[in-house]
């Protein structure tokens, strides 16, 4: 009978093993259907927007365009022919005075419906403009080219002409301010907790907080750069030092965390060894405990700031999500980041701005990815084992 019992209890805790195990495969399997569509639609609809539609035009160099760019084309391609580029030509005409006066064949960027007609893909472009556009291409003065504009412009109320050169820049320059305000000082901060610091019920209070600083929402920390960075210092609203100096807030307790973490791992044999050849705390830590923990404080590091380059909530707070056309050239310029760039383009109406928002995902993903492989190598490259 007790050899029954045991055999049933021994087949139920089979059956789980069983349960359980099937119940990871398909948690899996779903994570990664989820994982693979995701980066299927990003990938399916990010790619189209490196292509851009370009018509051949003759193009009127002269005193008429100069005054009314509508002019440089004939009245039959003007709403086929981005507006956009058309302001362009009295600016290029006035850079380039021997050309006024000519006239020439040439490539110009199509509008953003002409663009999504020729991807097959919804557009408000009439049918009389359909049709031009399928005679243009019988006569092969349509074309697909590559669409430099997304890698060389900034925003534009025009998606045609719309490029993440601005926020890409933008994001560069906040991550800077980032990481040269939150490095030193956290990694600073983790030294003298872990080394140098009493423990006493001062520390734990400041060791509680900072693990409880790690955990609130990101949000709160654009508030507080709001408070601090701006109404009370003063810093240009919509900078990159405004944006940087947040994120480096919400930095440092990750910073301070993984540092100390580091620290930890270091023998404290190494540091007896050090002591026992005459050596001071500060030399002990400065020769010997920081040299061994750089590879574990680096990688926590990047992880941080690639953490700081995906936010988008704080950075809204400091007012960077204002329309920004043209390259920011330094820190008090206004600016904004990528993760803001794509929040832009996904609530704009135009269809067009769809391909370019899941074209801009795919950059940052890439440079994410980046970073975080960069510090996973840097781990490997350099882990020491005890």
Known sequence: MNNQA?????????????????????????????????????????????????????????????????????????????RGWLRTLPLYMEDHPEIVGTSKMQWV?????????????????????????????????????????????????MPELAGIKSALVGSILVLLVTMFVALPIGVMTAVYLEEFAPDNRITQVIEVNINNLAAIPSILFGLLGLAIF??????????????GLTLALMTLPIVIITTRAALR???????????????SRWQTVWHHVLPLAFPGILTGSIIGLAQAMGETAPLLIVGMMAYIPDTPTGFTEAATV???????????SIRAYEERTAAAILVLLSILLSMNSFAVWLRKRFEVRW
Do not use: C
């Not at 701006?230 to 944006?243: E, Q």
């Not at 990528?338 to 383009?345: G, M, R, S, V």
């Open 109 to 157: 960027t199509a509008t953003g419906d002409v663009d999504q007609y020729m991807k097959g893909k919804p557009n408000r472009l009439k049918s009389k403009y359909k049709k031009q556009i399928d005679q243009l291409q019988s006569e092969g003065k349509v074309k697909l080219a590559f669409n430099v504009n997304f890698f060389t412009n900034g925003d534009s109320k």
């Open 338 to 348: 990528l993760p803001a760039q794509i929040f832009t383009w996904a609530g704009e």
């Open 265 to 279: 791992a270091v023998p404290h044999t190494i540091r007896e060894a050090a002591y026992g050849l005459g050596a």
């Open 6 to 82: 045991s055999q049933q209890r021994l087949n139920r805790r089979y059956r789980f093993e069983k349960l359980f195990k099937a119940s990871a495969i398909a948690a899996l399997t779903l994570a990664a259907s989820f994982l693979i569509f995701f980066f299927y639609t990003m990938i399916s609809q990010g790619f189209s927007a490196l292509s851009q539609t370009e018509i051949l035009v003759e193009v009127h160099y002269n005193e008429a365009s100069q005054k009314s760019y509508k002019k440089a084309v004939d009245k039959s391609y003007r709403k086929i022919v981005s």
């Open 230 to 243: 701006i109404n009370f210092f003063g810093v240009p609203r919509s900078s990159a030092i405004a944006g």
